[in-house]
């Protein structure tokens, strides 16, 4: 059978193709055209001979079927405990037996993987902590769905979400103008509120480089307010690029490896262009993971670092509060009982815990943190990650998947949930509609901005 | 037939088992991909020693990592079951003799009472863990004809050893029967799982340095395991 209209092992690289695919609504054509999809198997072997090095072979020949991983994951935990989502079994009857056939598999088989990947795995990597042969499935099924995205496997959503970066450099429609707009619109809207707010693009030699993630010029533009009132107030010397703002990268979740590739260099050469001491990334762990937790080896940097020091946004709150470049004033921090979302994809991928805990020290009143059990690098995902939010066509089980973080939730007895990240604050405003447990969240700089002890000089003059 | 177990056929068994097991070893160094694997092993070869180090430590010390605590019960029977796999045999007064006619040397050896002990604890874990295996859906569906296979391997020279021991039956038939299943153990060694004798380490080794390095040592956290 030959490859469908919008469903082929073709990516997406024009506006046309994009809009075309978007058309589709729902995938509807897209599903239908995947039954069909032809298996390129010899492609696919020679792939994997290529790009399966020791540490994956090794993991499929060594797992010992003990099991001791089902425990550890939160979707075998909701899901009734069936044996079919222990991590182990999850990887060795899709990958595993890929490999064992040296890909000679077929379309429906090709399917099933795809249910698995995307809906049965959301990458968190928690399960590899708790292998005693140190197998981390999370790392496997990115690897699988890079497998899948090069024969056409992949749900529509994901694939124009690889689209869109390719296309637009940014995992929404937001083009450079929309962007330096954006920018301009927001300082502009701010400046009564805040004399002499500024959000300065292109500035060569700045102390920092801010980037973020699209959904922020997209749907929350008061985000970028929000950090360039904080930068001020600061007293940073900061800037935004005009091009290689957008540090995240669905194409990450998607397995499209070349578009990894291509977006993180665009964000590394706004670095080598602007020449900032370093980077700063927005509230988000996925576009932290995608641009200084894999980019790096991605953009193929040996030392495995960006080209200058890139931190996330809590390691710079976390500095400004401790430095006193931001001061909070004592009477307005946070007094009701107050939970924190750990993030995979920066706590377990990148170990920043207890930067997160030092900002809550100083916002909230002693007494009212509860932790989430387990929490640090223990914690559960959201329920949402690895593309999981995104994806229509898996929504009921995405549902589900988010009843461990409810639980977590309730246990803490707390009403609000501070979530650091793009993709858990989704999660858990879809998880307080879903289940209507009555909680509120927020990400830290709408927080911050309220109990500032805002300096003399820099409030608005009285008229 | 004594004189060949103990022979060329031992000398064979320990070339292949040990040549074999020292290939794998250095083909799973050699088959890593900095880029691929996403972690930047030489650069920061410091980084990566350390979180290596701890995470095999964490693993090999009973209740260490979080994984051991959380699972008490079997933590106990995968230790015993491993210890007395690996401690017996390398200890035991009668393979002492037989180093020491072959090489001249010997180690110190177990007295008798805690070797046999050790031997059958070593059966009653490899008998539990078997159960576990058919009784607990999670590990059923996981389990193939092949893990039964290797446990049975690994138990086998130990079933013979102790009824040569305690002088059931022929005495010489059991004896040669434990000598041929004990070199059948060895020889599977490199070619089957039972590989994980090495790669267990280098496995390990691996993701605690990708831990080390780009999971946040680099940070000044350690992960907590
Ligand atoms: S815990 Fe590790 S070795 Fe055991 S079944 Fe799971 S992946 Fe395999
Ligand atoms: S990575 Fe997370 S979701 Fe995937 S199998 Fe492991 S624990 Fe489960
Ligand atoms: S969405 Fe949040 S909790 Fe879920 S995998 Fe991503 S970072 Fe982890």
Redesign the pocket.
Known sequence: MPEGIFCNKTPINTEEQLKATLGDKGGKQYYEEMNHLDVDTDKLWSTIQKTMKSRTKTWLDI???????AESCFLYQVNGRVPEQV??YKIQSTLGVMVKKKGKVDNAFMQMCMETAWSKCTCCNR?GM????G?D?GVMFSYLRGLLYSQGFVPWELKIGSGMHRVYRAQMDVTTEDWVETCEWMAEENEEDWPGLEIPVDKVGADIMYTCNAREPKHYPEDIAEAAILFHVAGENWTVPSEGWEQTSLSMFAGDWECCKDNVLNVYSALERLKPKRAIGTECGHAHRATVIEGPYWAGRPDGQPPVPYIHYVEWLAEALRSGKLKIDPSKRIKELVTLQDSCNYVRNQGLKDVTREILSYIVEPGYFVEMSPNKEHNYCCGGGGGFNGIGLYRAQRNVALRKKMEQILDTGAKLVIAPCHNCWDAIRDLEEEYKIGIRWSFLKPLIIKMLDVPEHLRPTEE | MYDFLTGPMLWATFIVSFGGLLVRTVMYVKGLNWQLDRVAYRPNMKYGIRGGVRSILAFIIPFKARLWQTRPGFTLLFFAFHIGLLVTPVFLEAHNVMFRNAFGFSLPALPTGVADGLAWVCLVGGLFLLLRRIAFPEVRI?TTFYDYLLLVISVMPFITGLIARYEMGNYDFWLAAHIASGEIWLLALPFTKLSHVVLFFMSRMQLGMDYGIKRGGMKGTDMAW
């Open positions: 797992c010992a079927h003990c099991g001791l991983c991590p182990s399960c708790y292998c005693p042969h197998i499935v | 996981l």
